[in-house]
């Protein structure tokens, strides 16, 4: 039955069932079918512009992640005589993960979250059983809930401290707030009493503590619940176990019971610091002349119940671990699912308890216990170094064990930097908000100083904002060395640019300079650890030297210089209030981005660029952090694989670019073995090793890679100069065929050719089909995987080498 085609291309049904290959199979003495199944990279695209065709079909899948084909495929498995000569092309679209729908722009606020949880993965590639593995562990779990904390202290910043205990106690600062007055003492309600003031502005950090808990249990019910097929037993081809990487293993994408346990902890946690912020402040009353012991008393048992949860909390973040050997569906404890429900009880009887009357209690400077900043400070940089010396030691295992991998960023030790910027960001955001809910609050006035009605955040922020102008000193200083570096290069690799396409070609002084520029630029890729370990030891310095000027001075840069020379003084004054605005300036762009974002669907993608590199691993530290992607993309591929080539006794070749071939990857490892010898890879574009591999040696290092090499029949990996991600997977292993094929001219062509009449753009990381290596390289795949594709005629079209890709 003829089937109606929507106005963009699309056939409206929807195929989620998989029927277009399920009724019917291929007779068992026919042709063995095969098919291409296409994995976008970052960025995302659409089925029409993979399948190169405006006509496609859903296969399998949903409006979040789904495979398509061109409608005239539709029933290819019927007809398998048609494809002798080419494979059965497939396009699996998974960008809807993190870029489809608007609330995704919402993720910004969680970055911090996200960077912290990349920490977790990015450890030495020791052995699984060395002591040290748990201890990195503990540390980055520990840190992570200390950003969560931190937020929870950000959100009663604002709205205890700023806004109901100074702005609303002081007269000046609440005239001409209808919103604010009625909490105002000058009014005389019953709401402005301090506890009760502080009583109701709690609800503001709580509602924000219950929509994290919401967003992580929302996303994780989308994302965290899709499970592996089934695996065939078999055994592994000379795989050691050092070779044999973690992302093999039956339940790595699978975590639902600890992102479960983790948001129980984290909400918690977050709970119970509203809970402190409310007791420090009533206790600091009780106990001073004239205050009641009862009260007193009660705070006090209050504390230790808070405390007693305090140390639960901690207690399930230590002993939070991942199951990866096997989908682990075991539901948590009662006490684990009940933390939450009794912090926020104890948070209701710490409101009672401030909110109780207390004559003679008025606000005046700051909310008491905001000394608190300073200490989380220090807590996190001892972590951050703890990090680092524990990352020490597993290096140094690795090597010992011959897993180290010399080309691992920082020498496996990227993850402790990784892990402060993740501090530096949640400060960044904590300080700008701060800032500029007082500048606001203060109708612009300069907290703190003589005329101005409030005495602003806490000192230790202002300190914080201050080391923000030093710190773009030094990134300038690193962009002016990379500027120099690339004109180096490119002088360098500019006079051999006419000898890779041979003798015929013309001399084309700027056409080689642009080839040579980009090749120049893609290599900068490779001097990020470099920038990370400046920025990291920068900020630590100065962090450091921002929390000893705020405990030592208690003022602002700018007051506590008053008595140094002039340009001392000046310089302080500049760099704080430059400071500040930068500070407030990046809260500003992330909410400018987020609400473009939710309005606009390119704007939304851009943005999910990030969070397609940041997302693909599981939620091991931060159940805040935005959800994985990879765990539904990689069950989704692997149950494709598996299920067509079990239906069809076909051959099939996954072909993976950018990012995409990361995914491809890890599906190709969750593969059995039976079903592996029937599954070729073909990267392109690829970050395997250049990315992946040296910032996360533990799971890409040279190892892992290895065995994935040696479990998997047929693997091409194709790789430019020009690309800034991709590059060569560098493979040694002897017991099979080579992996790498390049580099790849780019452009095709140096100058005009019979072929190409106009000349060819450089591609750099895009359009790897282009390139008639592609065509050869996914011949050769299958027909390694048994009778295959006939080669390529001589007149072939794509056997020329023209720029553009011929039709099908």
Same mark, same amino acid.
């Given at each position: 039955?003829?089937?109606?085609?929507?106005?963009?291309?699309?056939? *409206?049904?929807?195929?989620?069932?998989?029927?277009?290959?399920?009724?019917?199979?291929?007779?068992?003495?026919?042709?063995?079918?095969?098919?291409?199944?296409?994995?976008?990279?970052?960025?995302?695209?659409?089925?029409?512009?993979?399948?190169?065709?405006?006509? @496609?079909?859903?296969?399998?899948?949903?409006?979040?992640?789904?495979?398509?084909?061109?409608?005239?495929?539709?029933?290819?498995?019927?007809?398998?005589?048609?494809?002798?000569?080419?494979?059965?092309?497939?396009?699996?679209?998974?960008?809807?993960?993190?870029?489809?729908?608007?609330?995704?722009?919402?993720?910004?606020?969680?970055?911090?979250?996200?960077?912290?949880?990349?920490?977790?993965?990015?450890?030495?590639?020791?052995?699984?059983?060395?002591?040290?593995?748990?201890?990195?562990?503990?540390?980055?779990?520990?840190?992570?809930?200390?950003?969560?904390?931190?937020?929870?202290?950000?959100?009663?910043?604002?709205?205890?401290?700023?806004?109901?205990?100074?702005?609303?106690?002081?007269?000046?600062?609440?005239?001409?707030?209808?919103?604010?007055?009625?909490?105002? *003492?000058?009014?005389?309600?019953?709401?402005?009493?301090?506890?009760?003031?502080?009583?109701?502005?709690?609800?503001?950090?709580?509602?924000?503590?219950?929509?994290?808990?919401?967003?992580?249990?929302?996303?994780?019910?989308?994302?965290?619940?899709?499970?592996?097929?089934?695996?065939?037993?078999?055994? !592994?081809?000379?795989?050691?176990?050092?070779?044999?990487?973690?992302?093999?293993?039956?339940?790595?994408?699978?975590?639902?019971?600890?992102?479960?346990?983790?948001?129980? =902890?984290?909400?918690?946690?977050?709970?119970?610091?509203? %809970?402190?912020?409310?007791?420090?402040?009533?206790?600091?009353?009780?106990?001073?002349?004239?205050?009641?012991?009862?009260?007193?008393?009660?705070?006090? +048992?209050?504390?230790?119940?808070?405390?007693?949860?305090?140390?639960?909390?901690?207690?399930?973040?230590?002993?939070?671990?991942?199951?990866?050997?096997?989908?682990?569906?075991?539901?948590?404890?009662?006490?684990?699912?009940?933390?939450?429900?009794?912090?926020?009880?104890?948070?209701?009887?710490?409101?009672?308890?401030?909110?109780?009357?207390?004559?003679?209690?008025?606000? =005046?400077?700051?909310?008491?216990?905001?000394?608190?900043?300073?200490?989380?400070?220090?807590?996190?940089?001892?972590?951050?170094?703890?990090?680092?010396?524990?990352?020490?030691?597993?290096?140094?295992?690795?090597?010992?064990?011959?897993?180290?991998?010399?080309?691992?960023?920082?020498?496996?030790?990227?993850?402790?930097?990784?892990?402060?910027?993740?501090?530096?960001?949640?400060?960044?955001?904590?300080?700008?908000?701060?800032?500029?809910?007082?500048?606001?609050?203060?109708?612009?006035?300069?907290?703190?100083?003589?005329?101005?009605?409030?005495?602003? *955040?806490?000192?230790?922020?202002?300190?914080?904002?201050?080391?923000?102008?030093?710190?773009?000193?030094?990134?300038?200083?690193?962009?002016?060395?990379?500027?120099?570096?690339?004109?180096?290069?490119?002088?360098?690799?500019?006079?051999?640019?006419?000898?890779?396409?041979?003798?015929?070609?013309?001399?084309?002084?700027?056409?080689?300079?642009?080839?040579?520029?980009?090749?120049?630029?893609?290599?900068?890729?490779?001097?990020?650890?470099?920038?990370?370990?400046?920025?990291?030891?920068? @900020?630590?310095?100065?962090?450091?030297?921002?929390?000893?000027?705020?405990?030592?001075?208690?003022?602002?840069?700018?007051?506590?210089?008053?008595?140094?020379?002039?340009?001392?003084? =000046?310089?302080?004054?500049?760099?704080?209030?430059?400071? !500040?605005?930068?500070?407030?300036?990046?809260?500003?762009?992330?909410? +400018?981005?987020?609400?473009?974002?939710?309005?606009?669907? !390119?704007?939304?993608?851009?943005?999910?660029?990030?969070?397609?590199?940041?997302?693909?691993?599981?939620?091991?530290?931060?159940?805040?952090?935005?959800?994985?992607?990879?765990?539904?993309?990689?069950?989704?591929?692997?149950?494709?694989?598996?299920? &067509?080539?079990?239906?069809?006794?076909?051959?099939?070749?996954?072909?993976?670019?950018?990012?995409?071939?990361?995914?491809?990857?890890?599906?190709?490892?969750?593969?059995?073995?039976?079903?592996?010898?029937?599954?070729?890879?073909? @990267?392109?574009?690829?970050?395997?090793?250049?990315?992946?591999?040296?910032?996360?040696?533990?799971?890409?290092?040279?190892?892992?890679?290895?065995?994935?090499?040696?479990?998997?029949? %047929? &693997?091409?990996?194709?790789?430019?100069?020009?690309?800034?991600?991709?590059?060569?997977?560098?493979?040694?292993?002897?017991?099979?065929?080579?992996?790498?094929?390049?580099?790849?001219?780019?452009?095709?062509?140096?100058?005009?050719?019979?072929?190409?009449?106009?000349?060819?753009?450089?591609?750099?990381?895009?359009?790897?089909?282009?390139?008639?290596?592609?065509?050869?390289?996914?011949?050769?795949?299958?027909?390694?995987?048994?009778?295959?594709?006939?080669?390529?005629?001589?007149?072939?079209?794509?056997?020329?080498?023209?720029?553009?890709?011929?039709?099908?």
């Amino acid at each position: 039955m003829e089937k109606d085609i929507a106005a963009d291309g699309r056939t *409206p049904r929807a195929a989620s069932t998989g029927r277009g290959d399920a009724d019917q199979a291929p007779p068992p003495d026919g042709p063995r079918l095969a098919l291409e199944l296409q994995v976008h990279g970052v960025g995302g695209t659409t089925p029409e512009k993979m399948l190169g065709n405006p006509h @496609t079909v859903r296969i399998t899948g949903d409006d979040t992640a789904a495979c398509y084909r061109r409608t005239a495929d539709e029933h290819a498995e019927s007809h398998p005589e048609k494809y002798g000569k080419e494979p059965i092309r497939e396009a699996y679209c998974w960008c809807n993960l993190t870029s489809g729908n608007g609330a995704r722009a919402l993720w910004l606020i969680l970055l911090p979250f996200m960077v912290a949880n990349l920490a977790h993965w990015m450890r030495p590639a020791a052995p699984p059983s060395h002591k040290g593995q748990r201890v990195y562990d503990v540390l980055v779990r520990i840190l992570a809930l200390s950003l969560t904390v931190l937020l929870a202290a950000a959100a009663c910043e604002v709205a205890l401290d700023l806004t109901a205990w100074q702005c609303a106690g002081s007269a000046a600062c609440a005239a001409g707030k209808s919103w604010l007055g009625f909490l105002s *003492p000058a009014q005389g309600t019953a709401w402005s009493a301090p506890g009760r003031r502080l009583v109701l502005a709690g609800v503001v950090p709580l509602l924000l503590v219950g929509f994290l808990w919401w967003l992580s249990r929302r996303t994780w019910s989308a994302y965290e619940s899709a499970s592996p097929p089934p695996r065939r037993p078999g055994a !592994s081809r000379g795989t050691s176990p050092e070779q044999r990487s973690a992302l093999a293993m039956n339940g790595f994408w699978y975590g639902r019971r600890l992102v479960a346990r983790l948001r129980a =902890a984290h909400t918690a946690a977050g709970i119970l610091t509203i %809970a402190a912020a409310l007791l420090t402040a009533a206790t600091d009353a009780d106990l001073r002349p004239g205050g009641s012991t009862t009260l007193a008393v009660v705070g006090w +048992v209050l504390a230790a119940v808070v405390g007693g949860l305090g140390a639960l909390t901690v207690l399930v973040v230590w002993r939070a671990a991942r199951s990866e050997a096997e989908p682990d569906e075991a539901s948590n404890r009662f006490p684990v699912k009940a933390l939450p429900f009794a912090s926020l009880g104890a948070l209701l009887l710490t409101a009672v308890h401030t909110a109780w009357e207390r004559p003679g209690w008025t606000s =005046a400077g700051r909310l008491p216990g905001t000394s608190f900043f300073g200490g989380i400070a220090v807590f996190q940089g001892v972590l951050a170094l703890a990090l680092l010396v524990t990352a020490g030691f597993l290096q140094r295992a690795a090597r010992r064990g011959g897993s180290g991998d010399g080309r691992a960023a920082l020498r496996g030790m990227g993850g402790a930097g990784v892990a402060l910027l993740a501090c530096a960001l949640a400060g960044v955001l904590t300080g700008g908000t701060a800032q500029r809910v007082a500048d606001w609050l203060d109708r612009g006035a300069t907290p703190g100083q003589a005329h101005a009605s409030m005495a602003g *955040p806490p000192v230790v922020l202002s300190w914080n904002a201050s080391v923000i102008p030093v710190l773009l000193l030094v990134l300038a200083a690193l962009a002016v060395l990379a500027g120099l570096r690339v004109i180096s290069v490119r002088r360098a690799v500019a006079k051999d640019i006419p000898g890779l396409y041979g003798k015929g070609e013309r001399p084309d002084r700027h056409r080689a300079d642009r080839i040579a520029g980009t090749i120049a630029r893609a290599g900068l890729t490779d001097t990020a650890p470099t920038v990370l370990a400046a920025v990291a030891v920068v @900020t630590l310095v100065l962090g450091a030297g921002a929390v000893a000027g705020a405990w030592l001075t208690d003022r602002a840069p700018g007051r506590a210089t008053l008595g140094a020379p002039a340009p001392v003084h =000046a310089a302080a004054e500049t760099v704080e209030a430059l400071g !500040s605005w930068l500070m407030g300036a990046g809260v500003i762009l992330l909410v +400018v981005m987020g609400r473009r974002a939710y309005q606009d669907l !390119s704007a939304r993608r851009t943005i999910g660029i990030l969070w397609d590199v940041g997302t693909f691993w599981p939620r091991a530290a931060h159940p805040f952090a935005p959800p994985c992607y990879a765990e539904r993309a990689v069950p989704d591929l692997t149950w494709r694989m598996a299920t &067509w080539t079990e239906r069809n006794n076909g051959r099939l070749v996954i072909s993976g670019h950018s990012q995409g071939s990361v995914l491809a990857a890890a599906a190709v490892w969750q593969l059995d073995p039976v079903t592996r010898s029937r599954v070729a890879l073909l @990267t392109y574009g690829c970050p395997l090793e250049r990315l992946y591999g040296r910032w996360f040696p533990a799971f890409f290092g040279p190892a892992a890679l290895t065995g994935l090499h040696r479990e998997t029949d %047929a &693997w091409r990996n194709l790789w430019r100069f020009t690309d800034p991600i991709g590059g060569p997977i560098r493979l040694t292993c002897e017991d099979g065929p080579e992996v790498d094929h390049g580099p790849l001219r780019d452009p095709l062509s140096f100058g005009r050719t019979l072929h190409a009449p106009l000349p060819c753009p450089i591609l750099g990381h895009s359009d790897y089909q282009a390139d008639p290596a592609f065509d050869a390289a996914r011949a050769e795949l299958i027909a390694r995987l048994g009778p295959g594709l006939p080669p390529q005629r001589p007149g072939h079209p794509s056997a020329t080498t023209g720029c553009a890709r011929p039709e099908r």
